[in-house]
């Protein structure tokens, strides 16, 4: 067996550790909190002995300086600082670096650790640090405590293990499952460290650590794990409660609420006072190729079912119908089951935001407060992948261009702190992420000075728009107003990139500002991108979709209801004239129009336009499959899908109608 | 090293592409219009759940438009970008390179197709040009 299989593995976890780390010493910064010492502590013992495995020589040594660090302040030894805590802020930029190094294919060694180990040792100082094996890793809490009073009231006695596999060990879970095999003959195993659910993912080193109870001797139970294959070393001594330091039985009190679910910190409990625990549900990891895999074989399916179902119609048979009619239910459930599949939390973005506002604002001498909310929220994966460099560019927007130095804000009778806030949750079948800081706002004059120097706008248009009309128009092609070019933002290169990227996922962005009371961003973003329900329409002999998200309704009209205005054809709308496009026209198809005919009215944003079709067939579910690069940049054509019979028809992409 | 092409024909050429960038050989079907698209894009088919684009290979290497025979196919080439196909009067056998001799193309032949023919292959009975499948695709936003 190769390491390379467990890179995968490794990565993975290396960012989960990663974000902890982040996440906790951002809760250590604010609150002192001991419990994030332990969790850091924790997190970088773990990262520490998967490098050194891996043969990250790098990640393991500044992995190991940080621990030894932290150790002492978990003893008591030593008060935590500032200083430390800008060391642990850097090492895991470095090591955050170096994994990053790895996952292309490097060593991990493109880091120089050096100063930031130095800066450790110095914290250290002359103090030696204590093995850390000495040390019981079993925080008594009331819950092992009582059971271990328990036992011993029935005879029988608590011993501690500490396992260690030999070095080359293939399977170490299954032997650590034929040690806890051979211990359940022989007693109870009430704890391990770390915990069974890791032993059972191999997230541990080679020595794992037992709590059990027992009425055997210590060296009946030595003898009989020392008989597992591949133990290295068994040692077996009594386990007595009495021993442990003072700090680690104050931290225990806070664990008592959770006694056997660690809960898996985030990074919205970070800003919260008060901790909430969080049960974690059973979770696999799942390869997204064999996800995919399934979503396209179900889609395969969907496309089938529309052919099932149009066949039945025209046999007409009712049992038939009916089975169809199941069939269809069934994968309507099964269709959203899958859906959930690809779906994931955003908090695996907004992880990484508080450790950067941090540091952004730092760079810039700005006092940031970030709150975020609704972490939880889940999109697709392929939106979760994209979505994070939009957002970085937003919020380093509105750090930098956003909220104003303390003095500027203490001068307008504002907290010297400016707030920022990050928002998601659902809306219909839209995810929405938020961006809000309590800053300068956007200075509107200025935008519509630019703009008409600029000559986006003439003045009459300028004079026609509202203020937030015109603060979008920070996200035009080149535009930027600030008026220091910062390291930062302000390079005018940016804000229409992220408007693009976010178009580009099918999202929109807005915005609404307030002069000195601050700004707020506004994405929206489908949930899903592949599977969509939409109207299908025949301009010509021509099959296309519009997507039913974008359709305010259809409706008839005749040729005498079209009126013309600047040579534009229109039609009264519920009392709103609304310009009249041509599908046929549009795509180049030779086909009459009848003196009565469907309209399918669209909309973007505020603006409506209908659509002449020669028929409408009918709503439907569509499976959206890109049309490849090669024909990418197809005018109004957002991509293509299956229809039941098996021919390919396009979908109209409306926003390009206007 | 020994070298394979898929050999077919086009009004009255032979042309070969290398056997390893083609996937499989389909009888004409149903081809969706691409709207606005360039005019020898033919379209797009449905190819076992992928929507691939398909070229009609006359009008790309400039020859007259055909109406369809019993004999037209779909060459499906897996280009950098992805799959794509071309339509082509004919395809004809597979030939080894040691039936072959593989000779530059005339300096001096000024033709538009040059741009993506690689070589010419002579055999005893045989002589056909080899095509890039991937330069046909990619510079067909640059004419």
Known sequence: MDVNEYLGLFLDEAQEHIQSVNTQLLKLEQTGSFEAVQEIFRSAHTLKGMSATMGYEHVANLTHEMESALDLVRGGKKESNQLLLDTMFSAME???????????????????????????????????????EAVSPFTVDLYTDSVVEQAKQTGFEAFQLSVKLSDAVVLKAARAYMVFDRLQELGEVVRTVPDTEAIEQEQFELSFEVLFLSQESAEVIEHAVSQVSEVDRVHVTVFTSEHESVPEVAASAEAVAVPEVKPQPSAQEAEEVKEQPVAQAKTIRVNLERIDRLMNLFEEFIIDRGRLERLADEVGQPELNETVEKIKRGTNELQSLVLTLRMMPIEQVFNRFPRMVRSVAKDIHKKVQLDITGAETELDRTVIDEIGDPLVHLIRNAIDHGIELPEVREQAGKDKQGKLSLRAYHGGNRVFIEIEDDGAGINVDKVRAKALERGVLTAEEAAAMSDNELAMLIFAPGFSTADVV?????????????????????????????????????????????????????????????????????????????????????????????PLVYLKEMFGIDAETKSQFPVVVVRKGNKLVGVVVNDLIGQQEIVMKPLGSYLEGIPAISGATILGDGRVALIVDSNDLF | MEQKWVVFSLADNTYGIDVQSVRSIERLQPVTRVPNAPAHVKGVINLRGVVTPVIDLRL????????????????????????????????????????????????????????????????????????????????????
């Open chain 1, 94 to 132: 470095q090591i955050e670096e170096m994994i990053a190094n790895i996952e292309s294919g490097g060593s991990g060694s493109n880091v120089d650790v050096g100063a930031t180990v130095k800066a450790f040792q110095s914290f250290i100082g002359q103090e030696e640090t204590e093995a850390v």
């Open chain 2, 60 to 143: 790309r290497l400039g020859y007259e438009e055909i109406e369809a025979t019993d004999e037209t196919r779909i060459l499906i080439a897996s280009l950098n970008q992805g799959d794509a196909g071309f339509i082509v009067d004919r395809a004809n056998e597979v030939v080894e390179s040691d039936d072959v001799r593989i000779e530059p193309i005339p300096e001096s032949s000024q033709d538009m197709l040059s741009a993506h023919l690689t070589a010419i292959a002579k055999g005893e009975d045989k002589l056909f040009s080899l095509l890039d499948a991937n330069a046909l695709f990619e510079d067909q936003h640059a004419e």
């Open chain 1, 486 to 578: 910062t390291d930062l933002s302000g390079r005018g290169v940016g804000l229409d990139v992220v408007k693009n990227k976010i178009e580009s996922l099918g999202g929109v962005v807005s915005l609404e500002t307030v002069v000195g009371q601050g700004t707020k961003f506004q994405v929206s973003l489908p949930l899903t991108l592949s599977i969509i329900s939409a109207m299908l329409v025949l301009a010509g002999d021509e099959t296309y979709a519009i997507p039913l998200s974008s359709i305010l309704e259809t409706t008839l009209l005749d040729e005498a209801d079209i009126l013309t205005a600047h040579r534009e054809r229109v039609f009264d709308f519920r009392g709103q004239l609304v």
